[in-house]
Each structure stands twice: as C-alpha cells, then as structure tokens.
C-alpha cells in the first residue's frame, strides 16, 4: 500500500531535548517536505527536499534541522525543541513539486 | 504578505447544492502550481485537485472544478452536489516556481465548509 509513515504519532517532550521525527515513504517519490499546522495559519512549509541530499528552507525552518540520506527517508531534527514549536506536524511526498501530495498522519508534538 | 488569501474562515451549504470556495494567490513567478486540499475532522490531509499556471484550461476531478483567472490570480474550489462527507476544512496551496529557483509551497489558512442536511 502506498503510504508516508511518521512516527511517533503523539510526543510530549521537555525543553531542550533534542528529538526526531521519522517519516518514510514507499513509492519512489522525488519531493518531500515537512509540515507544521497551528490554528488560523493554515500548513507552513518547514523544510522540503528536491531529492538525496538536497533540501531547502521552507517559511518557518528556524529551531529545525532535516536530512535526505536516502529517499525513502526525510526525519524532521529538533535540536532544542521549546514550548513554541508545539504544533502538529505532518511529512508529505510527491513524485515531483507539481503531482498531489501524500501526507503521514502526522505528529502531535508537545514540549513543555 | 499574505501569499494566499481565502476570505471564507466558515461556510455552509446545503446538501446537494454546489459551494464555491474562494482563493486569492499572490505570485511574481510565472511558473507556478496551486493545489487544493481537504482535511476532515480525523485530520488527514487529502488532496484534491491541481492547476498548473500554463494550463489553459481549469482543472476538473469529479465533483470538484478550478475556476482559475490568473488576471485576477484567483484559483476558487467549486464543488457540485455536495454531501455529507464534504464537511472538512479545506486547502488553497501553490507552489512558487522555477523562476524564483525555489520550490516552497505555500498553503492558505483553509475555509471551514459544514454541509447541512
């Protein structure tokens, strides 16, 4: 089944503690880019990546690291996580920047 | 600024009637996408339909079409014969292009549409 896998699903953390977020999809896709949703603001790009080894800043990239060291995989680094990047948090894939995209479930993270 | 605008936080509709979501987008770009997506109470993100900025003609899937002026850089969301199940939140997204050598893609803050029996 065709499919982006985040994990964890839920993640309450303290400040400071660096943490990852997996996200993995099985169907070869070129693009993939990381979410953050908040209330009234709609989906804000973090990061996204063209392809292995290439990424790029979204709108809101400050607080987070990524790395694409294979394509199947995009984890989403919080080096020092702090109470304003509580959010819910979503990975998607595309086969390119221009085809629908497939979302994980999402992550709800807490940092308190 | 605002890259995308959708002036509607709520909406509703009765069953069956088509519903018109409005999408304002502001780009310099020539090349660009814009995207709509749905997302229902349980939270998944689905997608919905997409129009290139060269398409001439706007995009349609099933009961959803793109009513796309790009003049007037709107790209509003019909949906025909809604039901039920149309109650979601939904996405106004657009990929800025290849002439700003950047892919980001940037999403509205979504109209909440609730269908009435």
């Known amino acids: 089944e065709a499919q982006v896998t985040q994990n964890p699903r839920y993640l309450i953390t303290v400040t400071g503690k660096k943490l990852t977020v997996t996200c993995s999809q099985n169907m070869n896709h070129e693009y993939m880019s990381w979410y953050r949703q908040d209330p009234g603001l709609g989906l804000r790009q973090i990061y996204y990546?063209?392809?292995?080894?290439?990424?790029d800043k979204g709108d809101v990239p400050e607080g987070y690291k990524v790395s694409r060291k294979e394509k199947r995989n995009f984890p989403l680094i919080l080096e020092s996580p702090s109470p304003n990047q509580t959010s819910l948090y979503f990975c998607?894939?595309?086969?390119?920047?221009?085809?629908?995209?497939?979302f994980g479930q999402g992550t709800r993270l807490t940092v308190v | 600024a605002q890259k995308i605008t959708q002036t509607q936080p709520g909406m509703f509709v009765q069953e069956k009637e088509a519903v018109t979501l409005d999408c304002t987008y502001d780009?310099?770009?020539?090349?660009?996408?814009l995207f709509w997506y749905k997302q229902p109470s349980s939270g998944e993100m689905i997608f919905l339909i997409y129009q290139g900025s060269y398409d001439e003609q706007n995009a349609t899937e099933g009961r959803y079409s793109l009513n796309f002026q790009k003049a007037r850089k709107s790209a509003n969301l019909v949906i025909s014969a809604s039901q039920l199940g149309d109650s979601a939140m939904y996405f106004c997204?657009?990929?800025?292009?290849?002439?700003?050598?950047?892919?980001?893609?940037?999403f509205g803050p979504g109209t909440s549409l609730s269908v009435i029996p």
């Open positions: 780009t310099s770009d020539q090349s660009y996408g």
């Open positions: 998607a894939s595309s086969l390119n920047e221009d085809t629908e995209a497939f």
């Open positions: 997204a657009m990929r800025e292009g290849e002439d700003s050598s950047y892919d980001k893609v940037i």
């Open positions: 990546s063209m392809n292995v080894e290439v990424t």
